[in-house]
């Protein structure tokens, strides 16, 4: 398993808009898996792979059925929105946070000069001084800002508005875990490489087009899948995201919308789109034919890039595959290895068996 891989993904900065570093390094990895690779207006990477036989060639099919992955680049991260009279930087949020993951965090400020450290912190009173009342208080994003360490004018010289953070925080293996930022979603990324590169040493060959699309803007609104799925016009999307493990305590067995360990998160669906029920099955069928392991899930709220092929131009038959995440939009997001290998197979043994 290409653990080193995903922890290059991860540790690579790239917020809504500003996902090129994300891209280079994906470039730089796929070379020979695919015949075309272009990035669009929107920066969109999309890579194409023909119908291929058992040895490897190209394999001529009238009219071949096109499969679209859908991996979105972006992770949650923030721009600079402003410099004050102390340099201290304040920031408008790209994605949704819970603040209460925001105390005290190390951060990196990424500038055309070069990246920066800082420390993010909400304004008001450090513990020793705090009353009764500033302890219950959860602040807004806007109260967020972040110190450099460094005098107005440094950062005057060195920051601009609209340079972009992104949380600073290492990718850890921990056990049967594999912990970071950015998992969400990195992740996709990394199952529309290690798919295609699965599937490329295959010996059988397959007949259908697989289009592979890492998107961009997909925290705030689904932005790069639409136009992408547009221009690809796909037959069948698979929206390839991190969803909801809530198997922790304090959350009702209920709503924990995926089991670690379980395998897979077949997405059913959620806030955006409702996966196609045929393509389900024949999901599920060859999960079964090929013992992988996988769970079947619904998240209430939220939304994925599966969506926008759905609903993009004529339309499509959509499916989500996912894997399931605990903590997700912290820095500490974690995955289990069996799960995210169980939805490399999946991937892998439809665009084999696809016709």
Known sequence: MNVDLLKRLCETPGVPGREER???????????????????????????????????????????????????????????ASIDENGFLWVDPAGGFDTRNLFSRRVLVC?????????????????????????????????????????????EKRVRVGDYIVMDEPFREMGDKLVSKALDNRVACWLGIEAVRQLAKNKKGHAVEVVVAFTVQEEVGLRGA??????????????????????????????SVSTQGKGFALHIKDGS???????????????????IKYQRSIL????????????TAAGAKAVGITVGTRYIHTVCEMIDRGDLEAARNILAAYLTEAK
Do not use: W
């Open 22 to 80: 994300v891209r280079a390094l994906i470039e730089r990895e796929i070379k020979g898996l695919f015949d075309t690779v272009e990035t669009d207006a929107l920066g969109n990477l999309i890579c194409t792979r023909g119908p291929r036989t058992a040895s490897g060639g190209a394999k001529k099919v009238k009219d071949p059925t096109r499969v679209m992955l859908l991996c979105h680049m972006d992770e949650i991260g923030f721009y600079v």
């Open 111 to 155: 500038t055309k000069d070069g990246d920066l450290h800082g420390v993010m912190n909400p304004g008001g009173r450090p513990v020793h001084i705090a009353t009764p009342e500033d302890r219950k208080k959860v602040p807004d994003v806007g109260e967020f800002y972040i110190d450099l360490g460094l005098s107005k004018a440094a950062v």
């Open 226 to 255: 639409k136009t992408a799925s547009f221009a690809v016009r796909p037959d069948i999307g698979f929206g390839l995201d991190v969803t909801l493990a809530c198997d922790t305590p304090g959350v009702p067995k209920n709503e």
């Open 273 to 291: 789109f409702i996966s196609d029920h045929q393509l389900v099955s024949e999901v599920e069928q060859i999960a079964k034919k090929g013992r």
């Open 300 to 311: 209430a709220r939220g939304g994925q890039d599966g969506a926008a092929a759905q609903q």
